[in-house]
């Protein structure tokens, strides 16, 4: 390859000369070419930032309005970013303090053990370079001197001390990766700690606006920022080390030679360190905010393929694949412009650290050990030799003060430069640590009641209730009691949603237990929103709640089906060691596999074998399930969503008719008049923020909607018409629809 180059060089030196062009003209074009394309690099981005910021229009590739609104989010989360910036300044510095103190919890703990253990071998790495490098540097004395028996010597020294030094080096990795997987789990515990406390999982995603990505962070970055802890302590500790002990070594070297030039090496190293490293910390792009970024993208690009993987049997249903597909292309498009942006930027930091580090140092290095020999006072210069090496010849002694120099400032050079390149860590440790740390106080504050969302502040003149706001964020004005006897009582409690949409301004409402709710309205008018309330996922904003704590079970329509056997299913939430403490038995979960009629999975399947049950069942089934689920708990009220709309009415009835013999109180949301007959009471929404609480009677009720019906076949007439709505105000059903 160099042979080709030369040629090619040659060749084109030659065309010069043919072509009579001077020298330094060629020389200026390459210049100017370079400061050209470094100009246009740098100005790009500046002109394409003030294009697009003129025309928002023109930024999607195509007219796809898909591909406009990803990019809309994609431009807000930047925007975001630009906000606060990481990098290292004092901000991270205290991020850094708060996830050391969680990643090393105590003097005496196991990560301090660890980190003692790992200094000090890497103190023993250092000494054996030393050691190796003066070696090396006797290994070639004895060959220029000729000396094969002391040769053969020092070289079995050499191969003997090979032992130990590889043994360092591999304990130093185990050793970086035992810290680094420990503080992981630390960093770990501490966030699932965090995140299972006051469902703050739930919180977190519905009630806060702050994280959007919880997953990426608590799996990527925080591997990232435990193993780049880990890593910077070992990349820091070990060349400053090398860094001491080779100066001694140096020092000592150097003494051995002349007094004269002892301080001349170490200033011009020091001084051009020095410089260098200015320049470096001057030009050194923002990689915190780059690699937080990144990591964003990459949180995005996993996002879109979790709900892909979660509703593939929709998609694949509705034939959505063109859709999804581009949602994904265009996540993954953003995160290659952007690793493209970053490798754009590293090339040209790289290339002036590498330029700096390489050669300007190795020149000074070379500077620094060359001039004892070359400022020696005579010209035959008589070394101080030790009393084995009285026979020795001052070309050797040379030769071995300048190969162990130069190892030894090879070494140093090396450490040096490991220090500078850890800025480069530093920094895009700052941008994990942001979000890592971000994450935790987030989830503090979420587990505290303290939420974060963008809400627009209506300004509402109407009599309703009015959310109170401190500063752009609700407050949560209403009391939650929980009560001991079991009863459940609203005193002018209205149902806000988490974007603070008034859905209904003042619920009041008392139910005791045997009194069976009722719970109707139209579409969006606030029912299951009610249930959320109710169980403490949503804030009471205003009024009073008073609720039995642990006492409410609530099952959605399309039940959740957990991971484990068919044991798990029917338990859930409770472990196989629950179940054993309450003494239920086997043949207690069969009995309640016959009520909900689902024998047949138990003989299919049994109840130890683990499957994917949420694909594997039925939506009916599933919904069996849920209730088997209910059976096995026996709670004082169930909160049922419209959860038995897959099983069959006969079924059904069983069901309903066998949880009322059991005690539970029922709360339900349906549309299926054949459940009026169970229930007492009913909470009737209209759909306007309106609502009324009275007692059902089923067989009036009925009556009235077989007459609604009966209607709805009539030809329309002013009476008909009249009537119907009518029947309608007290059915609360929507005027021309049957339920
Ligand atoms: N997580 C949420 N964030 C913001 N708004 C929400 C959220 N969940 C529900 N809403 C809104 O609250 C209103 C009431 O929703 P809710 O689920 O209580 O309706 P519903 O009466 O149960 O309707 P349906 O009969 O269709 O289930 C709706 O307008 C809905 O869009």
Known sequence: MPAVVSKFLERADQARDYLNIPRHYI????????????????????????????????????????????????????????????????????????????????????????LLGHTAFLFLRTYLSIYVASLEGSIVKYIVRKDTKMFVRQLSKWFFIAVPATFVNSMIRYLESRIALSFRSRLVEHSYGLY????????????????????????????????SVAHLYGHITKPMFDILLMAIALIKLRRSRDHTTLFAGPLVIC???????????????KFGQLVAQEAEKKGHLRYVHTRLITNSEEIAFYGGHKVELSHLRNAYRYLV?????????????????QFLMKYVWSGAGLIAVSLPILLARSTVYEPRISVDDRIGDPVSERTQYFTTAKNLLLTGGDAVERLMSSYKEIVELAGHTARVANLFSVLEEV????YHKTVVQKKDKSEGFQIEFRGDQPVPRGKLIYSNNYEIVLKHVPIVTPNCDVVCSSLDLEIHPGQHLLITGPNGCGKSSLFRILSGLWPVYGGELRTPKNSLFYIPQRPYMVIGNL?????????????????????????????????????RDG????????????????????????FYHKPKYALLDECTSAISIDVENDMYQAAIDMGITLMTITHR????????????????????????????????????????KQPETDARNERLEELNRLLGEDSDKMD
């Open 271 to 285: 001084s051009v360190i020095g410089v260098s490293a200015l320049i470096l910390k001057l030009v050194s792009p």
């Open 196 to 227: 299972f406390r006051n469902q703050s999982y739930y919180r977190v995603a519905v009630l806060d606006g702050r994280l959007e990505n919880c997953s990426q962070r608590l799996t990527d970055d925080i591997e990232t920022v435990s193993s």
């Open 447 to 450: 587990g505290r009641g303290e």
């Open 673 to 712: 008049p054949t459940l009026w007959k169970f229930h007492t009471h009913i909470l009737q929404f209209d759909g306007t923020g309106s609502w009324e609480f009275s007692v059902l009677n089923a067989t009036s009720r009925l009556s009235l909607k077989s007459e609604k019906e009966q209607l709805l």
């Open 27 to 114: 020389a200026g074009a390459i210049v100017g070419a370079c400061i050209t394309a470094y100009s246009v690099k740098i100005a790009y981005p500046i002109i394409d930032g003030i294009i697009n910021k003129n025309n928002p229009q023109e930024v999607s590739v195509n007219n796809n309005n898909l591909v406009k609104n990803a990019e809309i989010i994609h431009r807000s989360q930047l925007k975001k970013f630009r906000k606060t910036v990481p990098a290292l300044n004092l901000q991270f510095l205290f991020q850094f303090i708060k996830l050391m103190k969680i990643m090393i919890p105590g003097f005496f703990s196991k990560e301090i053990f660890q």
């Open 607 to 630: 109840y130890h074998s683990v499957k994917d049950w949420q694909d594997i069942l039925s939506g009916g089934e599933k919904q069996r399930m849920a209730i088997a689920r209910l």
């Open 337 to 353: 412009q952007h690793m493209e942006h970053i490798f754009g930027v590293k090339l040209w930091f790289v290339m002036l650290e």
């Open 567 to 603: 044991r798990d299913q029917i338990i859930y939430p409770d472990t196989y060691a629950d179940m054993i403490n309450k003494q239920v038995t086997e043949d207690d979960l069969n009995k309640i596999m016959r009520m909900v009629h689902l024998e047949h999975i138990v003989q």
